[in-house]
């Protein structure tokens, strides 16, 4: 979607080793979900040089962020919030509520209060850093979207999911186990719940994407 749009993407794999560049040639950084928790700095070191990274890419130099999942919570660790283990996962399908505050951004704009998405967590955002807005929660997590400053943004559920999310996730230990403990039995009905939503989820990611990045170039 966004090298069709013109944009250059560089990945970079932290727990593989590579190293994070400059930050100066770069408009946007995003981070993305994985396994892991934020509070694992003694096993996963690169994770601090991440903090590190995201604080002065927001705070410092003031660019758009976008981080979903794991990147969500890096933001609001980053930047002096606090993230824990929730009391159960949240798993498979679900649906947020936007705020008052979530209402009025123009991230959500185009989209009804109640949004239905895509969930894979067992970790959540537990005290906003200052500065941080909720826009959008559930009852299981009640930071689901949030918003720093103008342009850094954090979603907890996946708007990224395709047909190939779920078969993908569940061949990783750490992902399969919250969907065990989250549906049990029910968890075998996933894939097929989450192919009966695809076209919902693609029509709210290209809005969230036409929204964000309308935001990111101001």
């Known amino acids: 979607m966004w090298t069709a749009a013109g944009h250059t993407i560089k ?17 946007l950084l995003v981070a993305m979900g994985r396994p892991m928790d934020v509070w694992q700095e ?5 994770l601090v040089a991440e903090k590190t990274t995201i604080r002065r890419f927001v705070r410092d130099l003031g660019r758009p962020y ?18 824990g ?20 951004d123009p991230v959500f704009k185009g989209f009804p209060d109640e949004v239905d998405c895509f969930q894979w967590h067992g970790a959540e955002v537990k005290r906003l850093p200052d500065g941080a807005v909720i826009l959008a929660g559930n009852a299981a997590s009640p930071a689901q979207a949030m918003r720093w400053g103008k ?63 309308a935001i990111s170039k101001q």
């Open 151 to 213: 342009r850094a943004y954090g979603f907890q559920y996946h708007v990224e999911i395709t047909s190939r999310t779920v078969p993908n996730w569940q061949a990783i230990p750490a992902y399969r186990a919250s969907l065990d403990a989250a549906l049990g039995e029910r968890a075998a009905m996933l894939e097929a719940d989450v192919g009966a939503r695809l076209k919902t989820f693609g029509t709210a990611a290209t809005r969230l994407n036409e929204n964000f990045l």
């Open 85 to 104: 283990p929730m009391a159960a996962p949240e798993v498979g399908l679900a649906s947020v509520r936007l705020t008052e505050a979530g209402r009025d």
């Open 66 to 83: 976008l981080g979903i999942c794991l990147g969500h919570q890096l933001l609001a660790d980053a930047l002096g919030g606090s993230v």
């Open 11 to 27: 990945t970079v794999e932290l727990d593989e080793g590579e190293p994070i560049p400059p930050l100066d040639p770069f408009d």
């Open 42 to 46: 003694a096993e996963l070191p690169w």
